[in-house]
């Protein structure tokens, strides 16, 4: 008899979960809050690392078209101090291990590879309660029910899966980003395009910085970065845009022009984004027919490595889960096993990025990283 596994959201993780599944012949369902595969924008550029990304694509057998969606340029990275100085500058000669590819693109790739019907769209889980003997039933929103042999929490930071594991929940870590977006930026916004250069850019002082990333077709994508209190993120009025960027303009009073328009000028309304992250060592006892992977399983500060290690976690389980057939146990305890040693490690080098990004010799640390560490 075979086991039924429903996978909990149809991010990079869960989908690549279910197509290294789909390799090895085993069927899986994902269920899906959003609506559609078009409900929302799918985010900016992803550069995919070759040591667990790339590794994770090979596995699913859709690393070729993914070749096809790559940034070229996108790898080239500059650091400037806040008057707009060039004090480090990298080439992408397309050589790097790191090559930048929209997010959406990639989500498509994969949502293309999987059989029809593998996403049940409009699933919005809503609570999830074991069964016994491993089993555990999913309610959805709409009041629909799903038994399944093994649940696989890829939900995300506020996982609803994740609370039958562990107690831990994520902490706001005192930074919070803001993104803001330049359209057509090579026409109608030439001295940002300048500064920001053919990949990305971080413009960096203690406890704040600029960073942005040129995507295709001329947009600019920034992320503005402060160590705040959340009172003061509760302070800011997020209905009205004009005084979101006004507020986060102020911290950067005579930076130069061409950086802080890429806050003053954006032309979507500012997304404030709170950072928040599970305890560096999270981990859980091994626990029947239930486990986590990417931000349900291990959220960390964003250093890079957040949709990689998404991807990997999601190959490797499905590796896991056809190595030892008949024995999901077996399987769980394997990847859980690893999961756990590679995620503390990234999630404490995420805590040193940021540092290195924020801390009080910012921007020359970030310079002094990349010189040792080439992007």
Request: charged fraction near 20%; hydrophobic fraction near 45%.
């Amino acid at each position: 008899m075979k086991n039924s596994i429903a996978i909990i959201g149809a991010g990079l993780g869960g989908l690549m979960l279910a197509r290294v599944l789909h390799v090895h012949g085993i069927d899986s369902t994902i269920f899906e809050a959003e609506a559609s595969a078009n409900a929302r924008a799918q985010g900016g550029m992803l550069d995919i690392h070759e040591n667990n990304g790339q590794r994770a694509l090979k596995a699913a057998g859709l690393f070729d078209q993914f070749l096809e969606i790559i940034h070229p340029g996108g790898q080239a990275t500059r650091v400037l101090d806040q008057h707009g100085r060039v004090l480090y500058e990298q080439g992408d000669d397309g050589t790097g291990g790191r090559p930048e590819v929209p997010r959406g693109e990639l989500r498509r790739i994969l949502l293309d590879s999987l059989p029809a019907g593998t996403v049940r769209w409009g699933h919005k889980a809503v609570a999830v309660s074991p069964l016994g003997g491993g089993r555990h039933v999913v309610t959805f929103a709409d009041g629909s029910t799903v038994n399944t042999d093994l649940l696989v929490g890829a939900d995300g930071a506020w996982s609803k899966v994740r609370p039958l594991l562990s107690d831990a929940k994520p902490a706001y870590v005192g930074t919070v980003f803001v993104e803001t977006y330049l359209f057509d930026c090579d026409t109608r916004h030439k001295a940002s395009a300048q500064a920001v250069g053919e990949g990305a850019m971080f413009a960096l002082a203690p406890g704040k910085g600029i960073a942005a990333h040129r995507e295709p077709d001329g947009v600019l994508h920034t992320y503005v970065q402060l160590n705040q209190s959340s009172d003061w993120i509760d302070s800011i009025d997020q209905s009205d845009p004009a005084a979101v960027l006004a507020t986060v303009a102020k911290a950067f009073d005579g930076w130069a022009p061409e950086l802080t328009a890429l806050i003053t000028d954006g032309e979507t309304a500012p997304v404030v984004r709170p950072i928040h992250s599970l305890p560096v060592e999270h981990k859980w006892p091994r626990t029947p027919g239930v486990t986590l992977l990417g931000d349900a399983a291990h959220l960390m500060i964003p250093s890079g490595e957040g949709a990689n290690l998404a991807m990997f976690d999601g190959a490797e389980l499905a590796k896991a889960i056809a190595a030892y057939p008949g024995n999901m146990e077996a399987a769980l305890l394997a990847y859980e096993t690893a999961l756990f040693h590679r995620s503390a490690r990234e999630a404490a080098a995420a805590k040193e990025v940021l540092d290195v990004c924020l801390g009080g010799d910012a921007p020359r640390s970030l310079v002094d990283f990349f010189s040792i560490h080439q992007p």
